[in-house]
């Protein structure tokens, strides 16, 4: 796929070399004030991100406390597994830490699939023509402008088991008998969790599908109007295919955020082990116990699991964002 | 009625439904939100559909409050300096990455968007460790700084794909004329990418101010909290007492400035978040 920019770039160069002499001082003097531009960006990420997670897989080989970091000891890998007086210890054997990984997979598969099967549906009726449609739209944005906090916080509300509308609406409509502890009950509390999730995220899931449909050849759909083939059929034979790279790219973007989910979760629930995720359960160590090489050990993992995740993206996403040459 | 205009009409209804029923879903939680936190507190533990009258108890109590204007003012600072650093840094990059043609520049693109996916937690011992370092624990400096990381790849990411898009001819006329790249970043791309800038600084802000994570960790007292954590630290008795008309009167404060905000510039946040993704 070749990017206007980079037949732009191409057109500077060649036009660069007929003019000889001058054309590469000028191709020079762009390459060497493009790292210029570059550098204070560089700079700031290696400050922000990249010292900061050489630092973090350090942590996680030593025995250090958040009062004292720079006193830490190295201990190789007992953070994550040690034995020790015939029994092991380490993250690795914390019924815990593989609960809140469960959680983390489980909160993250199904929350991002019932975001797409929404998505596409709000997508493709904001794509129909119809009167007050950018009224919807300005509407199905509010989800995704309210702060994640705020969202936990209206939704906690809603959910209250004593006095929520949620328990109140349905006790009237006679699905159930007695109120139920949403955010409580073992049971309940990772599906409120999702709940909130995905009534939160909808709109930006539906925001790139709508771009991708808007982006469709009209021809083909008129063509099977023509042969009177069922809309049903007309969306899975032809809308499905072409939107799957835009949805791709929405899944995946979709899918990082929620392996990394914190906020939600920590208002509505606090610090529950039915909802515990991995960023949960890593804070909880480095902040609440002061443990920062055992929590360190946990961020490590959950890294380790997201760059895996993001290095499949880019191979699939590649061609998609245009960053090849 | 012919069988046609039956099946027509129950196509019409069933759209206007989903259409009803897709709009309250959005709205309703918000505007539950509005009318608990107009509500007097000895009807807060009554289920209402409707406002039958209006308080502002809710409000007076939240105002009075120092630490709540403090947490408006941190945020406001913060995310507005975020959104400055973050453009001034971005428009530079992306000059650089969308316009020159150089070795490494898909390296620095793949560094960029890798950083855009770091999980939070994963540098947090290792960011806390530098805010402290660097003294700005506890203030928000420390914010500002920490915040780059999720706003600076996004604004880079995005700038360059608006930046792409300009026409060749501005730039091989500077050229022409023996600009310098600074000049032809300053005098000719700049002009133009306003409203690029103005869509993406947006977003910086936005997520700026709804971040919670770093805001919980590297601020300890309430003096320094922005918006999201005072609203999460908000507190009454016990745990199962929270003072649920205050909480709702603060986060419909905090929220009614971002919807109009969305409500104005719905067009230019959706041609942002699409660029960040689709376009290439």
């Keep these: 796929m070749s990017t206007p920019a980079t ?24 390459v060497r004030a493009a790292w210029m531009f570059l550098i204070p960006m560089l700079i700031t990420l290696a400050l922000v991100a990249g010292w900061p997670l050489a ?10 406390s958040l009062s004292d970091t720079a006193g830490a000891a190295w201990i190789g890998i007992e953070n994550y597994l040690v034995f020790d007086d015939g029994n092991w210890y380490g993250i690795l054997t914390d019924p815990v830490w593989w609960q809140s990984v469960w959680n983390t997979l489980f909160f993250s598969v199904v929350s991002v699939s019932l975001e797409v099967v929404f998505g596409i549906i709000v997508a493709l009726l904001l794509n129909a023509e119809f009167k007050g449609r950018m009224l ?85 759909y008129e063509a099977a109007e023509v042969d009177g083939i069922h809309p049903v059929k007309v969306f899975f034979r032809v809308t499905l295919p072409l939107i799957t790279p835009a949805l791709l790219v929405a899944v995946i973007f979709r899918l990082l955020d929620a392996l990394r989910v914190f906020d939600v979760i920590y208002v509505l629930t606090s ?22 090489g055992y929590g360190s050990a946990a961020s490590t993992l959950l890294f380790l699991i997201i760059a895996l995740v993001t290095i499949l993206y880019l191979y699939l996403g590649r061609r998609q964002l245009g960053v090849d040459e | 009625m012919n069988r046609y205009q039956q099946i027509k009409l129950a196509k019409q209804v069933g759209k206007w439904a989903l259409i009803a029923v897709i709009m309250v879903y959005a ?43 403090q947490a408006i003012g941190n945020s406001i600072l913060v995310a507005i300096s975020v959104v400055f650093i973050a453009l001034l840094l971005g428009v530079t990059a992306s000059y650089a990455l969308g316009r020159v043609r150089f070795r490494g520049r898909t390296t620095v693109m793949l560094v960029v968007l890798g950083v855009s996916m770091f999980p939070q937690v994963a540098v947090l011992s290792g960011l806390f460790e530098v805010i402290r370092t660097l003294n700005l624990y506890n203030s928000p400096g420390g914010l500002i700084l920490s915040y ?57 802000f936005i997520a700026a101010w709804n971040e919670f994570l770093f805001a919980l960790t590297f601020t300890l007292t309430d003096s320094q909290r922005t918006v999201p954590v005072a609203i999460a630290l908000i507190s009454g008795g016990s745990q199962h007492e929270l003072p649920w008309g205050p909480i709702m009167a603060a986060s419909v404060t905090v929220t009614v400035p971002l919807v109009i905000l969305v409500m104005i510039f719905q067009r230019r946040i959706v041609s942002g978040l699409t660029a960040g993704a689709v376009k290439g």
């Design chain 1, 7 to 30: 037949e732009s770039a191409s057109r500077v160069g060649a036009r660069a070399t007929k003019a000889g002499y001058r054309g590469t001082k000028v191709r020079r003097q762009r």
């Design chain 1, 55 to 64: 630092r973090t897989f350090y942590f996680s080989f030593t025995d250090a």
């Design chain 1, 136 to 220: 919807v739209r300005a509407a199905v944005l509010i989800p995704w402008a309210i702060p994640t906090i705020v969202s936990a916080k209206m939704w906690a509300w809603m959910l209250n088991d004593q006095f929520g509308i949620i328990n109140h609406l349905l006790m009237a409509l006679g699905l159930i008998d007695s109120p139920l502890a949403w955010t409580a009950d073992a049971s309940l509390s990772m599906w409120a969790v999702i709940m909130v999730d995905v009534w939160k995220t909808i709109p930006f899931v539906a925001l790139l599908v709508l771009a991708a449909l808007q982006m469709l050849p009209k021809d083909c």
């Design chain 1, 271 to 292: 610090n529950s082990t039915n909802t515990m995720t991995m960023s949960i359960y890593a804070r909880q160590q480095l902040v609440e116990f002061q443990d920062v």
């Design chain 2, 27 to 69: 709205i309703f939680p918000f505007y539950y939100a509005v009318i608990t936190s107009l509500k007097p507190s000895s009807e807060l533990f009554q289920v209402d559909y409707w406002l039958y009258s209006v308080d502002l108890g809710n409000y007076a109590q939240i105002f009075s409050q120092d630490s709540f204007i």
């Design chain 2, 148 to 204: 780059t990381i999720f706003t600076l790849p996004f604004t880079v990411w995005v700038l360059t794909t608006f930046m792409r898009q300009l026409p060749i001819e501005l730039e091989e006329a500077a050229i022409m004329d023996g600009a310098t790249p600074w000049v032809t970043l300053t005098k000719v791309f700049l002009p133009l990418m306003w409203p690029a800038m103005a869509t993406t600084g947006l977003l910086a």
